[in-house]
């Protein structure tokens, strides 16, 4: 959502209270609350130093050691301390009231010199330095006091690490683990002449036990082994023996089968578990029936068979992949020692389900970029278990009002439209949508059970929507789809719909609204009656999901099809060239047919802990051909807006240069086109709790790809083609500043937008930026954004 400024938002005097409570909390003295002979903790730093380290691993030393210290310093921005400036600008020693509530909830009390033990803080670094091979170290500190403001310096000197001189496991060849291990040696994370690390150590056991429970030692831990250091080799260097313990279980060195495999269906919390109710399916145990979900269904996420070796792998594919089930809110895995067969287990899965149906209402009050504001509801039915195999089923009901009042810039409407004479304009709608996710691949050929951890869909969708345009047009829309989703893998997610069906027919045409059509012959055709019958393709790349990179990247590419079958079959079947004039139909009305390819990609580079440099690329473009001479309205690209270029309202820019008439102005006709080029680049940063801050440059523009003429030869829309060497001087450029809320489960969103480029404007009038006022009003003022979570 956008909205303009009000005049009441531009007053100073309305402004003022909120400048003199921030210069307050601003100039608030930072030491006001300090006890007398203690001083603030305002910071504190770490060197290592080691002139003989040949690892050079000082500045890796220097972060890790860092955190170490406690407590941390109050929080600060460019050495202002918000939280603590509203602790002691609403300092009170009474235990209720506004003030205390204000100084407990939003402030931070002072954090002093005298709460950090540096003592203790020393120890534990030297501790951290020992675990990376720095034996002899020592770790001093020095406090410096000035004006009630302390800071403290802690100093490491190192010197050479131990390196690994050899590695050596001690095992006992006559049982099967110690081969198991022997084995897993080339793969080890320990290497002659690498610094000593205790924590490499770790993750070489934590290695092993990973390999050893793919091999069937469901018993086998870390644990289990142990490791030996000898440092008395000489010459800064050690020896490390790993063995297993002597008291390990005979049951954590035993490799393990899998017996019987029991699937509780319907488990409850503290149901009593009976095997001796169940039905046998291909080998398995279903308990008690298949009332809720049929076994066949079932059995496609379960890996584990019986005779099998027992297998880490096997156990998190199965997990995961039930527990992608609509139909089940908990999925757990146990297992048990046979008790008649030695080396065998039993495995239990616990299926609980979740609440089958549910129905859901909200009601929302929706305000958009060009003034429209009014009511909207959305009624929602959901049964997880539609058909007895975790089909998802969505029922969904929509209804809204909107109205435009108030001046908006926009001219004098077009004759005809008496009621918008008055600046209102008003427009309802309603929809059905029903879509059906069901949890496998439905398909007339014999596909194989795909083996990823997630459940491949096969998706439907049913809907209708009735779009009036109070004395304009009413739009009718039908739409169906058929098509599957599958991951392969964390990072690919691949959607084809083959199937694609719309059907958009435009009815109860005003005067008005009928002239302005016969006047445009593009937006003639873009709203024609007309048939969408066609495929859409997407395939989507992330890496969001790994966890202790530097930086990650999606990529999202859509291709979308239209017409091309249905024209194909026609045309072997006989049928004359499609024309302008004189398209081909299908049952009485024209289908488009085109080709459209949009790509989305994002870069994200982490700095620091929370900070974060976004990137983003869009780009795309639509060609119609054959039976249509222009793209479907529906399919065409815009850009403006709260997730778009920021400092313009939403589709209020392009195509290219061209400026829109004020007909179109007061209608309700987006500014469109067929290629689409936008970028931005947000800097996010923290600021205090959970309020995060922004600045962001945003730049993008939509093209035709051909100019569209009049009866009288005209262009329809002058400056709208796209041309290659004006790329740069027609890009809508923005720039702004944000701020975010983020408690984590959602994300409330402000940003403020102030206009740098206006490709609208004459040529050597286009910065905008030169004249700009901090003006809330006015053709190229800010525009304040307001959205739920971030915009890419």
Same mark, same amino acid.
């Given at each position: 959502?956008?909205?303009?400024?009000?005049?009441?938002?531009?007053?100073?005097?309305?402004?003022?209270?909120?400048?003199?409570?921030?210069?307050?909390?601003?100039?608030?003295?930072?030491?006001?609350?300090?006890?007398?002979?203690?001083?603030?903790?305002?910071?504190?730093?770490?060197?290592?130093?080691?002139?003989?380290?040949?690892?050079?691993?000082?500045?890796?030393?220097?972060?890790?050691? /860092?955190?170490?210290?406690?407590?941390?310093?109050?929080?600060?921005?460019?050495?202002?301390?918000?939280?603590?400036?509203?602790?002691?600008?609403?300092?009170?020693?009474?235990?209720?009231?506004?003030?205390?509530?204000?100084?407990?909830?939003?402030?931070?009390?002072?954090?002093?010199?005298?709460?950090?033990?540096?003592?203790?803080?020393?120890?534990?670094?030297?501790?951290?330095?020992?675990?990376?091979?720095?034996?002899?170290?020592?770790?001093?500190?020095?406090?410096?006091?000035?004006?009630?403001?302390?800071?403290?310096?802690?100093?490491?000197?190192?010197?050479?690490?131990?390196?690994?001189?050899?590695?050596?496991?001690?095992?006992?060849? /006559?049982?099967?683990?110690?081969?198991?291990?022997?084995?897993?040696?080339?793969?080890?994370?320990?290497?002659?002449?690498?610094?000593?690390?205790?924590?490499?150590?770790?993750?070489?056991?934590?290695?092993?036990?990973?390999?050893?429970?793919?091999?069937?030692?469901?018993?086998?831990?870390?644990?289990?082994?142990?490791?030996?250091?000898?440092?008395?080799?000489?010459?800064?260097?050690?020896?490390?023996?790993?063995?297993?313990?002597?008291?390990?279980?005979?049951?954590?060195?035993?490799?393990?089968?899998?017996?019987?495999?029991?699937?509780?269906?319907?488990?409850?919390?503290?149901?009593?578990?009976?095997?001796?109710?169940?039905?046998?399916?291909?080998?398995?145990?279903?308990?008690?029936?298949?009332?809720?979900?049929?076994?066949?269904?079932?059995?496609?996420?379960?890996?584990?068979?019986?005779?099998?070796?027992?297998?880490?792998?096997?156990?998190?594919?199965?997990?995961?992949?039930?527990?992608?089930?609509?139909?089940?809110?908990?999925?757990?895995?146990?297992?048990?020692?046979?008790?008649?067969?030695?080396?065998?287990?039993?495995?239990?899965?616990?299926?609980?389900?979740?609440?089958?149906?549910?129905?859901?209402?909200?009601?929302?009050?929706?305000?958009?970029?060009?003034?429209?504001?009014?009511?909207?509801?959305?009624?929602?039915?959901?049964?997880?278990?539609?058909?007895?195999?975790?089909?998802?089923?969505?029922?969904?009901?929509?209804?809204?009002?909107?109205?435009?009042?108030?001046?908006?810039?926009?001219?004098?409407?077009?004759?005809?439209?008496?009621?918008?004479?008055?600046?209102?304009?008003?427009?309802?709608?309603?929809?059905?949508?029903?879509?059906?996710?069901?949890?496998?691949?439905?398909?007339?050929?014999?596909?194989?059970?795909?083996?990823?951890?997630?459940?491949?869909?096969?998706?439907?969708?049913? $809907?209708?929507?009735?779009?009036?345009?109070?004395?304009?047009?009413?739009?009718?829309?039908?739409?169906?789809?058929?098509?599957?989703?599958?991951?392969?893998?964390?990072?690919?997610?691949?959607?084809?719909?083959?199937?694609?069906?719309?059907?958009?027919?435009?009815?109860?045409?005003?005067?008005?609204?009928?002239?302005?059509?016969?006047?445009?012959?593009?937006?003639?055709?873009?709203?024609?009656?007309?048939?969408?019958?066609?495929?859409?393709?997407?395939?989507?790349?992330?890496?969001?999901?790994?966890?202790?990179?530097?930086?990650?990247?999606?990529?999202?590419?859509?291709?979308?099809?239209?017409?091309?079958?249905?024209?194909?079959?026609?045309?072997?079947?006989?049928?004359?060239?499609?024309?302008?004039?004189?398209?081909?139909?299908?049952?009485?009305?024209?289908?488009?047919?085109?080709?459209?390819?949009?790509?989305?990609?994002?870069?994200?580079?982490?700095?620091?802990?929370?900070?974060?440099?976004?990137?983003?690329?869009?780009?795309?473009?639509?060609?119609?051909?054959?039976?249509?001479?222009?793209?479907?309205?529906?399919?065409?690209?815009?850009?403006?807006?709260?997730?778009?270029?920021?400092?313009?309202?939403?589709?209020?820019?392009?195509?290219?240069?061209?400026?829109?008439?004020?007909?179109?102005?007061?209608?309700?006709?987006?500014?469109?086109?067929?290629?689409?080029?936008?970028?931005?680049?947000?800097?996010?940063?923290?600021?205090?709790?959970?309020?995060?801050?922004?600045?962001?440059?945003?730049? $993008?523009?939509?093209?035709?790809?051909?100019?569209?003429?009049?009866?009288?030869?005209?262009?329809?829309?002058?400056?709208?083609?796209?041309?290659?060497?004006?790329?740069?001087?027609?890009?809508?450029?923005?720039?702004?500043?944000?701020?975010?809320?983020?408690?984590?489960?959602?994300?409330?969103?402000?940003?403020?937008?102030?206009?740098?480029?206006?490709?609208?404007?004459?040529?050597?009038?286009?910065?905008?930026?030169?004249?700009?006022?901090?003006?809330?009003?006015?053709?190229?003022?800010?525009?304040?954004?307001?959205?739920?979570?971030?915009?890419?």
């Amino acid at each position: 959502m956008i909205y303009p400024m009000r005049a009441a938002m531009r007053n100073k005097y309305f402004q003022l209270p909120f400048i003199l409570l921030l210069l307050a909390i601003w100039s608030c003295n930072s030491t006001k609350t300090i006890p007398e002979g203690d001083a603030l903790f305002a910071g504190y730093s770490v060197k290592v130093k080691g002139e003989k380290d040949s690892s050079k691993r000082q500045g890796d030393m220097e972060v890790e050691l /860092s955190p170490v210290v406690r407590p941390q310093p109050n929080a600060s921005i460019l050495g202002w301390r918000p939280k603590l400036g509203i602790y002691n600008a609403f300092y009170t020693k009474k235990e209720k009231g506004l003030k205390h509530f204000i100084m407990t909830k939003f402030g931070e009390p002072p954090v002093l010199v005298s709460a950090v033990d540096t003592g203790n803080v020393s120890q534990i670094m030297s501790n951290r330095l020992h675990n990376r091979g720095y034996f002899n170290n020592q770790v001093g500190s020095t406090t410096t006091v000035k004006k009630k403001m302390g800071t403290i310096d802690w100093v490491a000197k190192v010197g050479e690490p131990y390196r690994i001189r050899k590695v050596a496991y001690t095992l006992n060849d /006559s049982l099967p683990v110690h081969q198991d291990i022997k084995q897993t040696w080339s793969e080890s994370l320990l290497k002659p002449n690498d610094p000593y690390d205790l924590g490499t150590m770790t993750q070489e056991r934590v290695r092993i036990d990973a390999v050893l429970k793919n091999k069937g030692y469901y018993y086998f831990s870390p644990n289990t082994m142990i490791f030996s250091v000898d440092t008395t080799v000489g010459n800064r260097q050690a020896d490390i023996l790993l063995r297993v313990k002597r008291e390990a279980s005979a049951q954590a060195l035993r490799p393990y089968t899998l017996d019987d495999i029991y699937i509780l269906a319907n488990y409850s919390v503290g149901d009593s578990l009976s095997t001796s109710d169940t039905l046998n399916v291909r080998g398995y145990h279903y308990i008690p029936d298949e009332n809720y979900v049929k076994a066949r269904h079932l059995l496609r996420g379960v890996f584990l068979d019986k005779d099998s070796l027992y297998t880490r792998q096997e156990h998190l594919l199965t997990t995961k992949r039930l527990a992608g089930l609509p139909a089940y809110k908990f999925v757990n895995i146990d297992y048990k020692p046979d008790t008649v067969n030695i080396g065998k287990l039993d495995a239990f899965i616990y299926l609980t389900p979740a609440l089958k149906k549910s129905i859901r209402a909200e009601v929302q009050m929706v305000s958009k970029s060009n003034n429209f504001v009014g009511p909207g509801v959305t009624v929602s039915f959901q049964n997880r278990n539609a058909f007895h195999g975790s089909e998802l089923l969505s029922l969904n009901l929509t209804g809204s009002f909107e109205t435009r009042s108030g001046d908006t810039g926009a001219g004098t409407p077009p004759e005809g439209t008496e009621t918008v004479g008055t600046g209102n304009l008003t427009s309802f709608q309603l929809g059905a949508q029903a879509k059906l996710a069901i949890p496998r691949i439905v398909s007339p050929f014999n596909l194989r059970n795909l083996r990823t951890e997630f459940v491949p869909q096969t998706r439907m969708g049913l $809907g209708f929507d009735f779009l009036q345009r109070v004395d304009f047009f009413s739009l009718n829309s039908y739409n169906a789809t058929y098509g599957y989703n599958w991951r392969p893998s964390q990072r690919f997610t691949f959607d084809a719909t083959p199937i694609n069906l719309q059907y958009v027919r435009l009815s109860n045409t005003s005067p008005a609204f009928q002239e302005l059509l016969e006047d445009n012959p593009y937006l003639r055709r873009s709203f024609e009656n007309q048939f969408i019958v066609g495929s859409i393709y997407q395939v989507t790349y992330s890496d969001q999901m790994l966890p202790d990179r530097a930086n990650h990247f999606f990529d999202n590419v859509t291709l979308d099809l239209s017409g091309n079958l249905v024209s194909l079959v026609q045309g072997l079947a006989g049928a004359s060239s499609p024309t302008d004039d004189a398209p081909r139909t299908l049952i009485s009305d024209p289908y488009a047919q085109y080709v459209m390819l949009d790509n989305d990609f994002r870069y994200y580079l982490n700095i620091g802990k929370e900070s974060q440099l976004v990137a983003r690329l869009v780009t795309g473009a639509g060609f119609s051909y054959g039976n249509s001479s222009t793209m479907p309205y529906v399919k065409q690209f815009s850009v403006g807006g709260p997730n778009s270029i920021r400092a313009f309202r939403a589709r209020s820019v392009g195509p290219g240069t061209y400026i829109p008439t004020e007909s179109e102005q007061f209608s309700y006709f987006d500014q469109v086109g067929d290629i689409r080029l936008l970028g931005n680049l947000e800097y996010r940063f923290p600021i205090f709790g959970f309020f995060k801050g922004a600045v962001f440059v945003d730049a $993008g523009n939509i093209w035709l790809l051909r100019d569209t003429f009049n009866d009288d030869g005209t262009v329809v829309k002058p400056g709208g083609k796209f041309e290659a060497n004006n790329i740069i001087s027609e890009l809508a450029i923005g720039t702004g500043a944000g701020l975010r809320i983020d408690v984590e489960f959602f994300v409330i969103r402000l940003d403020l937008g102030i206009p740098v480029q206006a490709p609208y404007l004459p040529k050597g009038e286009r910065n905008v930026l030169k004249d700009f006022n901090g003006s809330f009003s006015g053709t190229n003022s800010m525009v304040l954004n307001i959205g739920i979570g971030y915009p890419f």
